[in-house]
């Protein structure tokens, strides 16, 4: 590969540890201020990460768990409203930080002169507030799901930071945590380098160019160092 052209970032498991102590008490939270008996322990909520989009997973567990496909999707939609409320509440009171090694990283490529962008598939709602404040102004271009609503593991969200960045796609990596985002990044056309976490340890990741047990595995940043 040549010169790095840019690094495209997940969120969701990547920049930050957002899911079991983030998502998975916001949409605890939902449902007991809705009254509803659902709960999603830990395990469940590991499994359910399978589907990507908050909205569509309440929608699959709703459906699975009995209702009509109509009703779900309804029942979904306002759950997932709520539950993006509740997520700014935890982002704002400081719940949600980032994986080790990450501001690491970030200032190496800046110090490299490598522009960073973000694609996600988590809600713009909250995506921006999160950025900012765990990360403030580094990112040039943010896609999320909320404009791309072809979730990972399509394409989609790659596609559209390509198309605003101009960037070449050879030149250009991508960093992963899932089996879902690794397939959307390489389906794109990128090289992607995947570090998981507890969720993800036993995904299928071996499309990635280079698998590293986290963000601060040295194996991870001598890579980058030769890239840029
Ligand atoms: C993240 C997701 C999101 C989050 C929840 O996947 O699938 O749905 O779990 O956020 P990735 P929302 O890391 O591959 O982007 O509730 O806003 O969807
Ligand atoms: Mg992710």
């Given at each position: 590969?040549?010169?790095?052209?840019a690094?495209?970032?997940?969120?969701?498991?990547?920049?930050?540890d957002?899911?079991?102590?983030?998502?998975?008490?916001?949409?605890?939270?939902?449902?007991?201020?809705?009254?509803?008996?659902d709960?999603w322990?830990?395990?469940?909520?590991?499994?359910?990460?399978?589907?990507?989009?908050?909205?569509?997973?309440?929608?699959?567990?709703?459906?699975?768990?009995?209702?009509?496909s109509?009703?779900?999707?309804?029942?979904?939609?306002?759950?997932?409203?709520?539950?993006?409320?509740?997520m700014?509440?935890?982002?704002?009171?400081?719940?949600v930080?980032?994986?080790?090694?990450?501001?690491?990283?970030?200032?190496?490529?800046?110090?490299?002169?490598v522009?960073?962008?973000?694609?996600?598939?988590?809600?713009?709602?909250?995506?921006?507030?999160?950025?900012?404040?765990?990360?403030?102004?580094?990112?040039?271009?943010?896609?999320?799901?909320?404009?791309?609503?072809?979730?990972?593991?399509?394409?989609?969200?790659?596609?559209?930071?390509?198309?605003?960045?101009?960037?070449p796609?050879?030149?250009?990596?991508?960093?992963?945590?899932?089996?879902?985002?690794?397939?959307?990044?390489?389906?794109?056309?990128?090289?992607?380098?995947?570090?998981?976490?507890?969720?993800?340890?036993?995904?299928?990741?071996?499309?990635?160019?280079?698998?590293?047990?986290?963000?601060?595995?040295?194996?991870?940043?001598?890579?980058?160092q030769?890239?840029?």
């Amino acid at each position: 590969m040549n010169r790095l052209a840019a690094v495209v970032f997940d969120v969701d498991g990547t920049l930050v540890d957002s899911e079991r102590d983030g998502h998975r008490v916001a949409f605890n939270a939902a449902f007991e201020e809705a009254g509803l008996p659902d709960h999603w322990d830990i395990t469940t909520y590991g499994r359910l990460l399978r589907i990507t989009g908050g909205a569509r997973r309440l929608a699959v567990w709703f459906e699975q768990t009995g209702r009509s496909s109509e009703d779900a999707r309804r029942l979904a939609e306002r759950l997932h409203a709520r539950k993006t409320a509740i997520m700014r509440d935890l982002i704002e009171d400081g719940q949600v930080r980032a994986r080790p090694g990450v501001h690491r990283l970030l200032d190496e490529l800046e110090a490299g002169g490598v522009p960073v962008h973000v694609a996600t598939t988590g809600t713009r709602a909250w995506v921006e507030p999160l950025l900012d404040r765990v990360f403030g102004p580094r990112f040039q271009i943010v896609v999320t799901g909320t404009e791309v609503p072809d979730l990972k593991p399509s394409p989609a969200a790659y596609d559209e930071v390509l198309r605003q960045a101009g960037c070449p796609v050879e030149q250009t990596v991508a960093v992963e945590d899932s089996q879902n985002g690794v397939r959307a990044a390489v389906a794109a056309g990128l090289p992607c380098v995947a570090a998981y976490n507890d969720y993800t340890r036993d995904d299928d990741l071996s499309e990635a160019a280079l698998v590293a047990h986290g963000l601060d595995d040295p194996i991870l940043m001598a890579w980058f160092q030769r890239q840029i």
